[in-house]
């Protein structure tokens, strides 16, 4: 079994920052993309960031230059660094690891965590 739990949600102020993180437990040997989606309420989650687990990383356009994903992987944790924040970043924020390689073998796909709530408002 492979968890993501992220954390590092909150309410902020526009133009303010929050760095969510994710952490990775369980049978892991390797974890190759990891990424940041987000629901706004009444819409349909969408990527915001992924990056590969060699460092390459692919934003979202709405998110381009204010938002910045990285990752340790020695800690198996992807975090997010979300500056400039405006009402619209209001969403739930959701790690994603497509793949995830086990040591026995096993390939676990399609794992997602619960979700971190982020609120933009004055």
């Known amino acids: 079994q492979v968890q993501l739990v992220e954390s590092g949600g909150g309410l902020v102020q526009p133009g303010g920052s929050l760095r969510l993180s994710c952490a990775a437990s369980?049978?892991?040997?390797?974890?190759?993309?990891m990424g940041w989606y987000r629901q706004a309420p009444g819409k349909e989650r969408e990527l915001v960031a992924v990056i590969a687990s060699g460092g390459s990383t692919k934003y979202a356009d709405s998110v381009k230059g204010r938002f910045t994903i990285d990752r340790d992987n020695a800690k198996n944790t992807v975090y997010l660094q979300m500056n400039s924040l405006k009402p619209e970043d209001t969403a739930v924020y959701y790690c994603n690891a497509p793949e995830v390689l086990s040591p026995y073998g096993v390939t676990y796909r399609g794992v997602w965590g619960r979700g971190t709530l982020v609120t933009v408002s004055s």
């Open positions: 369980g049978n892991i040997r390797r974890i190759n993309d």
